[in-house]
């Protein structure tokens, strides 16, 4: 198998591992071996929270004759399965991602009202992946959308990781930081949340923003996070700074902690993560006989920071190794800061993988692949972008500037005039960013 074959079936190999439909079946007789009976709440919210939904109603229907099932999920636009499960109790409604709209809204607060009518001694299953925390959109006090809104797009610009954008996104929500579990138990239920986790450290308070999960961060911590880039004094988001300060000034209730009674009746369980998928396509790889490099899933950062980070880590093993094939392994979440007046088309992975293609155009026998794993990276439509030495051949032959596509945040276009986007459609699960890059030498 020629090594742009092996990239792309090793990509396959971690969507395998994240697939809802294999995965959660396997988690859900863990965690019923008895089965379930009587009142079965499903919420659930992310980009995987559909399919999550149709494996679970096609498992119940099975294994759990005597659950009286019903339930409400939110996924984004275009990520529902092609062929639900017939006549399905689990009802599926579609919203916006990364910015939330009226529609994620509406669908939240469907979530909210079926959580409170819950009585005691029912079961309610949350079905949480990545992508939940925009789809989850219920703006806390007199917060409007619009604001929420400005508030993503203000935190993603200026290149704040995924873990900052969540703290304050959890104290502004009236369903996220443990507050959807929180109005559970309070009904007198008890709560399993079955994760799919996109972040790194796979806890369960950073997945979606943690609507079953307690939270370690405050008030205080969100306030910081917009002092840190300078929001707290945008006029747009005044009633968001106004909520937040008031909130740390204990007028508002913090968001779920560990201490809190409610958590004994609630439990967060991560079935499928990133780190899982690596493991799989560092199997495979090994298979096709390459010296493996497991860099894990925790890589953070600026997407051209790492990408120069890996082209010398790449150098280093070639002075060193004497294998003759080589694969380099990483998942997490990189991140691209946009200066204001450039709007940029593609987005983290493709943003990496062109940094990482000029930064080793002189080192032969490479081939490489980045694409986030729910099947959009950024703004355009593809996973991401690969590139191997033909590929390489024909940026020289058109005469195509890396440099200018880098400083104009153009990755997307850059590849596509090569043909070279990885394009899944939505992959109907998230467990982050896969990149992998081979050499063989000769």
């Known amino acids: ?82 062929e639900p499960f017939p006549n399905r109790k689990i009802t599926i409604a579609e919203a916006a991602h990364p910015y939330p709209d009226q529609a994620g809204v509406e669908a939240s607060q469907r979530i909210t009202n079926l959580v409170g009518a819950l009585r005691p001694g029912d079961l ?26 400005l508030l993503t797009e203000e935190l993603l610009r200026c290149g704040a990781p995924i873990e900052e954008i969540n703290i304050v996104r959890k104290h502004v929500s009236d369903i996220q930081g443990g507050r959807l579990a929180q109005l559970a138990v309070s009904r007198g239920a008890t709560v399993k949340a079955f994760i799919i986790s996109d972040v ?37 988001l005044a009633a968001i700074v106004d909520y937040l300060h008031k909130g740390q000034d204990g007028l508002y209730p913090e968001t779920l902690k560990d201490s809190d009674s ?17 493991e799989a396509a560092a199997r495979y790889c090994k298979e096709q006989a390459y010296e493996v490099h497991l860099l894990g899933d925790h890589i953070s950062g600026e997407a051209k920071d790492f990408a120069a980070k890996q082209a010398q880590l790449i150098r280093q093993t070639l002075q060193h190794s004497s294998a003759k094939k080589m694969a380099w392994i990483s998942g997490g979440e990189t991140t691209v800061t946009i200066p204001k007046g450039i709007t940029g088309q593609g987005g983290r992975c ?6 990482l293609m000029q930064a080793t155009m002189d080192i032969q026998g490479i081939t490489a692949l980045a694409a986030d794993t729910d099947g959009i990276d950024g703004s355009e439509h593809n996973a991401g972008a690969f590139f191997h030495e033909e590929i390489r051949k024909q940026c020289i032959a058109k005469h195509l500037d890396i440099e200018h596509y880098l400083i104009t945040h153009q990755a997307y276009r850059f590849f596509e005039q090569l043909n070279a986007l990885v394009i899944t459609g939505p992959t109907l699960t998230n467990v982050n960013d896969f990149r992998i890059v081979l050499i063989d030498r000769p």
Request: net charge negative; proline share 6%.
């Open 262 to 278: 409610e958590c004994r009746s609630i439990e967060n369980y991560v079935f499928a993560s990133a780190q899982q998928g690596l």
């Open 124 to 149: 309610c299953i949350a079905l949480i992946s990545g992508g939940g925390s925009s789809l989850l959109a219920l703006p806390a006090g007199q917060i409007q959308l619009d604001s929420l809104k």
């Open 200 to 236: 790194v450290g796979d806890q369960a308070s950073d997945i979606a923003s943690g609507p079953c999960a307690p939270d370690p961060s405050s008030y205080f911590d969100a306030v910081q996070i917009l002092e840190k880039y300078g929001l707290h004094t945008k006029l747009e």
């Open 350 to 355: 493709s943003e990496f993988l062109l940094a």
């Open 1 to 82: 198998m020629i090594p742009e074959q092996i990239l792309h079936q090793a990509f396959q190999e971690v969507l395998k591992i994240a697939d809802p439909q294999e995965s959660l079946p396997i988690a859900l007789a863990i965690k019923f071996p008895q089965g379930v009976s009587g009142n079965c709440l499903v919420v659930g919210a992310g980009k995987a929270s559909a399919s999550m939904a149709d494996a679970l109603e096609r498992y119940a229907n099975v294994h759990w004759p005597k659950a009286n099932l019903k339930g409400h999920v939110v996924t984004r636009y275009g990520h529902d399965v092609p």
